[in-house]
């Protein structure tokens, strides 16, 4: 599939200058939610918010890193992917041009077997949400997931998916 120049180009043209005004303008932390370590935009899970963090988001969209050390915490748009776009939306904040960060939408309810082991949800009372990955918690569970909503369905049921950021297991 070949890729745009938006997305080849001028994205990470953007990402670099805004990263260049990070380094000139310093950071600024954003809050943490109470009973589990997610700090939007802290990338590399040393408690704080900066450049750094963008620069590791760069290096894995390039393939220079395998993996993001605090993922959950890179999520800073809807698509669920860590991308580029994540990572200009970060140097905006560190360079002062955005005055906060998105938090990840967090739902909060039971785990429940659709059937199978391969098929999970979590109960929030007035629906299911499919979960992308079977392995989140166990049937019964109360917990609260942090994700994002898909539109597309699964082989499990025509409800939405919730793709899986963070999960803590409340009993």
Known sequence: MPTSILTTRIVPALALALLAAALLFGGKPERADAGIEFLMGDSDCRGNVNSVDATIILQYTADLLQ?????????????????????????????????????????????????????????????????????????GQSVRIWGFLDSSTSVCSSTPVLKVVAVLVLS
Do not use: F, K, M
Not at 77 to 88: F, G, K, M, R, W
């Open 67 to 139: 993996t993001v050390p605090c993922a959950r915490n890179a999520h800073l748009n809807t698509d669920a992917l860590i991308t580029s776009v994540d990572a200009t939306i970060l140097l905006q904040y560190v360079a002062g041009l955005l005055d906060h960060l998105n938090e990840v939408p967090a739902y909060e309810g039971a785990i429940v077997s659709l059937g199978s082991d391969a098929c999970r949800a979590l109960d929030v009372g007035d629906v299911n949400y499919v979960l992308n990955d079977p392995t989140v918690g166990t049937p």
